[in-house]
């Protein structure tokens, strides 16, 4: 059974930055597209950010590109989404994702407040 923890969530205010880290373990994340995707209370989950195996090709949904980053080190079997000018619409669960398999991850809270 693969393995994703989620980390690095936590309070901000908005404006503030925060970037949160998918370590996984029992499989090499390196031949896999991961995503990050968030929720919020009473909401469906939606895809926040895709990269590919090779960290080249990166997809953004429209309300957070330009403001997140998604990046992996495949050495270090993690994932990062540095999320820049953070917002309250942001306060959110963010889960990490495999989709070829659909592992999730635990999910981390972020809370974005001033």
């Known amino acids: 059974q693969a393995h994703l923890v989620e980390s690095g969530g936590g309070s901000v205010q908005p404006g503030g930055s925060m970037r949160l880290s998918c370590a996984a373990s029992?499989?090499?994340?390196?031949?896999?597209?991961m995503r990050w995707h968030r929720q919020a209370p009473g909401k469906e989950r939606e895809m926040v950010a895709h990269?590919?195996?090779?960290?080249?090709?990166?997809n953004y949904t429209d309300s957070v590109r330009g403001r997140f980053i998604v990046s992996r080190d495949n050495r270090k079997n993690t994932v990062y989404l540095q999320m820049n000018n953070l917002q309250p619409e942001g306060t959110d669960m963010y889960y990490c994702?495999?989709?070829?398999?659909?592992?999730w991850g635990q999910g981390t809270q972020v809370t974005v407040s001033s």
């Open positions: 994702y495999v989709p070829l398999y659909d592992y």
């Open positions: 990269i590919d195996s090779t960290g080249r090709r990166k």
């Open positions: 029992v499989f090499l994340i390196s031949a896999y597209d």
